[in-house]
């Protein structure tokens, strides 16, 4: 069996305030998942958090059911599932990034759908299963307001909200020889891709040398020295943070 080490903080909300934190990490007996819920820009809709919280517990129970099952089915049902069982529409709905990983005998399989990424380690190096579709369109201007995120969701970009054929445009992995994994949030994979703080490599040192709550410390510490984003623009001064580590014998 792997060893998991499991590191969460939340962030604040886009007011500042601080929040429960609306990233879920969920480990099974033969898988993790992890899923970060689109902050909502209302307050009077269902939240983004409320979304990955009944989505998680749809996915593990289609990962107990089905655990050799393939990931982007088992992330489709469990997505029309939610969305039959509460009523929720595409383009109205609250949404969620999805990052799977399961382990079969000698083979390990991710799927990733939005900007959660998984890095798996072995002796060719590592290895990143990156969704950057959602990176991409925010980098180019396109996702400016509210109207603009909604109007590329699951056209531009995808990520699991109410229709289920989002699943099918995850990006999947297998891996053979693997000796461990990382699952992240993007409060997390920021002082990776936008802070520079460390590389992916770094962060697996930084997790069994110190511990997973020296990398989400590491990324607080660069963001409160930028309080208002002057040098690394976001919507919020802190974002959720969720790191996960496997860790294969």
């Not at 002057?230 to 959720?240: I, P, Q, S, Y």
Request: glycine share 8%; charged share 25%.
């Amino acid at each position: 069996m792997p060893t998991i080490k499991v590191a969460e903080q939340a962030g604040v909300g886009t007011d500042g305030r601080p929040r429960p934190s609306e990233d879920h990490v969920v480990v099974l007996e033969n898988a993790v998942v992890v899923l970060d819920g689109a902050t909502a820009l209302r307050s009077d809709t269902l939240s983004g958090g409320w979304y990955a919280g009944v989505l998680t517990k749809q996915l593990t129970d289609e990962l107990r059911a089905r655990p050799e099952g393939e990931l982007p089915r088992i992330l489709a049902d469990a997505i029309s599932a939610v969305a039959e069982t509460h009523g929720l529409q595409p383009g109205a709905s609250p949404s969620s990034t999805v990052a799977m990983v399961r382990w079969l005998g000698n083979r390990v399989d991710g799927l990733v759908l939005a900007d959660s990424p998984i890095v798996a380690f072995g002796r060719n190096g590592c290895d990143l299963l990156a969704d950057d579709r959602l990176v991409s369109l925010r980098r180019q201007g396109k996702l400016v307001t509210g109207a603009d995120v909604r109007a590329q969701r699951n056209v531009g970009f995808w990520v699991a909200e109410a229709d289920p054929l989002a699943a099918y445009q995850s990006y999947c992995r297998t891996w053979t020889d693997v000796d461990a994994v990382l699952l992240a949030t993007d409060g997390v994979s920021a002082g990776v891709d936008d802070y520079g703080l460390f590389d992916w490599q770094r962060v697996l040192e930084l997790v069994r040398t110190q511990g997973a709550e020296a990398v989400l410390e590491a990324v607080r510490a660069a963001e409160r020295a930028d309080p208002d984003g002057a040098k690394w623009r976001r919507a919020k001064r802190h974002d959720d943070q969720a790191l996960v580590l496997i860790e294969f014998p």
